[in-house]
C-alpha cells in the first residue's frame, strides 16, 4: 500500500480512526508483559533452581539489566520522533520477539543478564513508551478518559491474564517454551498488526485530534504545538514529575517482587499471596478508568501527589497484615494506587509540554520509570537476607513519597508550565 492510499484509508475510515490506535495501543501495551515484572516473577523460581543463583543475585541481575535498559530509552524516544510510531512499534515487536528467543535458549548467567537487558528495554521500555506516545498523539481533550479507558483494558487483559496463561504454558511446555510461544505472539500477531494499522499523527492524514472538524479554509499544515526535550528539561515540574513516576515505579515494583516473601513473613502462604492479585487488577482497573475522567478536570501535578501519598499507605499497610489490616483491604489500596498511577503516568508528558517532541520527552522521563524499577527489588530482598524482615526497609522506604508527594502539592500552582499542550 502507497503513501497516498495509506492517507486516504485513514482519512476516510467510518469512524475516527484515533479509535483503532487507541486499539492497538492497548494491544501494545498488553504485549509489552514478557518485559514486566508480573510475569518475569512467574519465571523466578525455574529460573533460580537453573542457574543457581539466590533471589538477591538474581534481584542484582535484574536491577543492572533494567538499568542498563533505561540508558537506552531516550535514543528510542527520540527514534519514535524521527521515524513514527508505525516503524518503531513494529520495530519494537520484532526485537522483543528476537528477545524472547534468545531467553528459551538461556545456559549461563551472562545469558541470564543480557535476556533480562533485552526483555526490559524492548518489552517494559520499548513496547510501552511507543504505544503510549501513539494514543497521547492522537486525543488531546478526550485524552484523560481514553488513557484510563486504555489502563482498564490492559491492567484486566495483561496483568489479569498474562501471568496465569504465562503459569499454564510453563506447566505444559516448561519455561523454555513458553519463551518461545511468547515470541511467536510478538512476532507473528502483534509486529503485522503493527505494521499494517499503527499511525504516527492524524495531522500526516488530514485529521484532527479527538475527531474534530478539519477547517477547510484553515491552511494545510502537520506541525503541532509544544516543547522540545531541552525546554521541557529546564522547567521543574519535569524533574519533580520524573522523580515522582521513577519513585512509584521502584516501590511498587519492590513490593510485586516479593510478595510471596512479604506474605510468608506475615504467616500467610504463597496460595494467598497469588489470590491478591485478582483483587489489586480489579481495583486497579477501576481507579484507571476512573481516574481517566479526573486528569481532564483536575490537575495531572496534585494527582501525582495523590498517587504517591496512596504508594505511601501501600507500603504501610503491608507490614500490618494480619495483624491491624486484612488482606483483601492491601490488595485494594494498592490496586487503587497503581490505577492512579497507570493513568497518570500515561498523560502527564503530553498534558504538561505538548506533542511536539514527546516521543523524546516521554523516552527521557521513561528513563527514570525503567531506572525505578530497577532498584525496587534490591533494597528489600538486601533487607530480608541480611535482618531477616522486610519491615524496617518498607518504613523507611515509605518516607519518599510522603517527602516527595508533599513538595508537590505545596508547589503545585507554581510547578505546572504555561502549557501550549492545550492546544497541541
Known amino acids: 500500500m502507497d503513501q497516498s492510499s495509506t492517507h ?12 483503532v490506535i487507541a486499539g492497538v495501543g492497548t494491544l501494545g501495551i498488553i504485549a509489552s508483559s514478557p518485559g514486566q515484572t508480573y510475569v518475569i516473577s512467574i519465571f523466578l523460581d525455574h529460573l533460580l533452581e537453573e542457574f543457581h543463583i539466590t533471589r538477591t543475585g538474581f534481584a542484582t541481575f535484574y536491577m543492572v539489566a533494567t538499568l542498563a535498559s533505561s540508558v537506552v530509552l531516550p535514543k528510542v524516544g527520540a527514534a ?47 513496547m510501552t513508551l511507543v504505544s503510549t506516545t501513539m494514543i497521547n498523539q492522537w486525543w488531546r481533550a478526550k485524552r484523560g478518559r481514553i488513557m484510563g479507558l486504555v489502563g482498564l483494558l490492559s491492567a484486566v487483559l495483561g496483568t489479569g491474564c498474562f501471568p496465569p496463561a504465562i503459569h499454564f504454558l510453563i ?32 495531522e500526516d492524514h488530514g485529521l484532527l485530534t479527538d475527531g474534530e472538524k478539519v477547517d477547510v479554509n484553515a491552511p494545510k499544515t502537520t506541525e503541532v504545538e509544544g516543547m522540545t526535550k531541552a ?17 512509584q515505579a521502584m516501590l511498587i515494583t519492590g513490593l510485586h517482587f516479593h510478595a510471596v516473601a512479604l ?6 502462604t504463597a496460595a494467598t499471596a497469588a489470590a491478591t492479585y485478582l483483587p489489586i487488577a480489579t481495583t486497579a482497573s477501576i481507579v484507571t ?26 507500603m504501610v499497610a503491608v507490614t500490618k497484615l494480619n495483624l491491624m489490616v486484612p488482606v483483601l483491604l492491601y490488595a485494594v489500596i494498592l490496586g487503587a494506587t497503581g490505577g492512579l498511577f497507570r493513568t497518570v503516568s500515561g498523560v502527564i508528558w503530553s498534558q504538561l509540554f ?28 538486601w533487607a530480608r537476607d541480611h535482618y531477616g524482615s522486610f519491615d524496617e526497609a518498607v518504613m523507611l522506604l515509605a518516607l519518599l513519597p510522603v517527602i ?15 502549557k501550549t499542550s492545550e492546544k497541541a
Open 8 to 19: 486516504r484509508s485513514v482519512g476516510t475510515f467510518p469512524i475516527f480512526y484515533g479509535w
Open 80 to 126: 519514535v520522533d524521527s521515524y513514527g510510531c508505525r516503524k518503531a512499534l513494529t520495530m519494537a515487536s520484532l526485537l522483543l520477539a528476537v528477545a524472547l528467543v534468545f531467553s528459551s535458549q538461556m545456559t549461563s548467567l551472562w545469558m541470564l543478564g543480557i535476556a533480562l537487558f533485552l526483555l526490559r528495554l524492548f518489552g517494559q521500555g520499548s
Open 171 to 202: 506447566e505444559r511446555y516448561g519455561w523454555r517454551g513458553s519463551f518461545l510461544w511468547e515470541a511467536a505472539f510478538m512476532a507473528f500477531v502483534m509486529a503485522p498488526i503493527a505494521l499494517l494499522i499503527a499511525r504516527h499523527r492524524p
Open 231 to 247: 525546554e521541557a528539561q529546564q522547567t521543574l515540574i519535569f524533574w519533580i514529575a520524573a522523580s515522582g513516576v521513577g519513585m
Open 263 to 268: 506474605f510468608a513473613d506475615k504467616g500467610l
Open 289 to 314: 478508568f476512573l481516574s481517566g475522567w479526573w486528569v481532564e478536570r483536575l490537575s495531572v501535578v496534585k494527582l501525582l501527589a495523590v498517587s504517591l501519598f496512596m504508594l505511601a499507605l501501600s
Open 354 to 381: 505538548g506533542r511536539k517532541a514527546l516521543g523524546a520527552i516521554t523516552g527521557a522521563a521513561t528513563t527514570f520509570m525503567v531506572a525505578g524499577s530497577a532498584f525496587g527489588p534490591l533494597p528489600l530482598g
Open 404 to 418: 516527595l508527594g508533599s513538595i508537590t502539592l505545596l508547589l503545585s500552582s507554581r510547578l505546572e508550565p504555561s
